[in-house]
Structure formats: structure tokens, C-alpha cells
């Protein structure tokens, strides 16, 4: 079990740098510095359409972006109670095939995974995967509170960290517009509802995902959770 303090000591490392892609890389250096892991893999996570994004992989020989990774952790039933319990979940063996989706059952030399969610409070908003681990390495439910709370207090010192850059806050229309997206509300219902065509809530979405900083929709819906925008 590694300590709260060696944690938290090591993350504050993170402050360090300025670059977001720096801070990411940051992430799982310290996170395989900490734990008997080999690998590692760093995916964003929003609740629309409870949909993963693959970020960055890191391990032994370097780092490569696997933007490429889009799931339905619906389909990955120890990636949803993870996420659903905020908490890192590992399965190894006969229930490491129960666990996994087929479509990444494939002949491996792995047939382990842990999984530790990055929240802040009650919203989750990525998690790291790993699935090579150092020889003896042991995971148990010690282990496993030391991975949990490696994700919070990443969660909080990234969010803290994000909320000192100059993010562009939303005009009222771009928020409400935002706020019933990620509610679940489809174009036409908001059009109908705020009484604006379809074509300005869409050019509302672009504007507020460019200031945003996202790629798209649920990233942009993840990045206002994460920063206590919407709740």
C-alpha cells in the first residue's frame, strides 16, 4: 500500500507544469513511479453516452496518443462499477474474460486489468487502464484504496489546476444551451423549447466547444463537470 502522503506529495509535482499535455503525460509517470505497473492508459470519460476516449499510452519505451479508443463502457462491465463506484477495480484471470468485452478478447500475453477512475467529488471524469504488471506484484483491497485515492487526488489537483488557466466562461445562451445537452435534450426539443432554430443551438454547441477547449459534444459536457460549471 503506498501512503497518502507519498501521493500526495508526489502529485503536487503536477503544479510544475503549465502545458495541459505535459500535466497528462505527468499523470501516469507518477502513477507508474508509485504502483508495480508496467503500463498504462490515460482515457477521458462523459456521461453522455457514457462514452470513453483514448488519450495517451505510456510505458516502458514511451508514449504514443491513442485518440483512435472511443468505447461504451456499458459494453466493459469492469470499467462501468468502476466508474459507477468511483472506485479501482482489478480482475485477473477466469474473471478477467467475464469482465472484458469480446472485441478485446484476443490471444495476449495479459489477462489482467486494473481500472482507476479520476473524479472529482461525485463526477468522473477519466480513468487509467493498466494491464502489465511488475512480477509478484500483489493487488489487493489495500492496493486498491492506494490506486482509489491516486485517482481523487489527481481529480482535484487537475480540476484546481484547470480552474487557474484562462478557460473562457460561457455566455448565457452558450451555458443553458450546454446545460440541456448534457441533460439529454436533443436539438429540435431545445429549438422548440428556447424558441431559436436549430441551426443557432448547433452554432451555441461549436462556440461553446471551442472556448472549451473539447474536440466535441461529451468532451466539451466533461469539461464543464470537471470544472464545476454544471453539476
Known sequence: MVSHYTI????????SFSSH??????????????????DSYLL???????????VIFLNSTGGVHIG???????????????????????????????QMSSKYSIPSNFNS????????????????????????AIIDDQMLTSFTLYGKLVGEVITSLNNEDSIQILSRREFEVMRRVASGESTKEMSESMEIS???????V???????????????????FRNGIIS
Open 68 to 98: 483512435e479508443i472511443r468505447d461504451d463502457i456499458r459494453s466493459i462491465p469492469i470499467i462501468f462499477s468502476a466508474i459507477s463506484e468511483k472506485k479501482a477495480k482489478y480482475c485477473t484471470g477466469l474473471e478477467y474474460l467475464k
Open 113 to 136: 486489468l486494473l481500472v482507476v477512475p479520476i473524479c472529482r467529488g461525485r463526477f468522473v471524469f477519466g480513468y487509467i487502464c493498466t494491464s502489465e504488471f511488475e512480477e509478484n
Open 8 to 15: 500526495q506529495q508526489s502529485i503536487q509535482r503536477l503544479e
Open 21 to 38: 499535455e505535459e500535466r497528462l503525460f505527468k499523470i501516469l509517470e507518477i502513477y507508474m513511479e508509485l504502483f508495480p505497473v508496467l
Open 198 to 204: 436549430e441551426l443557432t443551438i448547433n452554432q451555441y
Open 206 to 224: 461549436k462556440t461553446a466547444i471551442k472556448k472549451l477547449g473539447a474536440k466535441n459534444r461529451s468532451h466539451a459536457v466533461g469539461e464543464l
Open 44 to 54: 477521458r470519460y462523459s456521461p453522455l453516452g457514457y462514452l470513453a476516449e483514448g
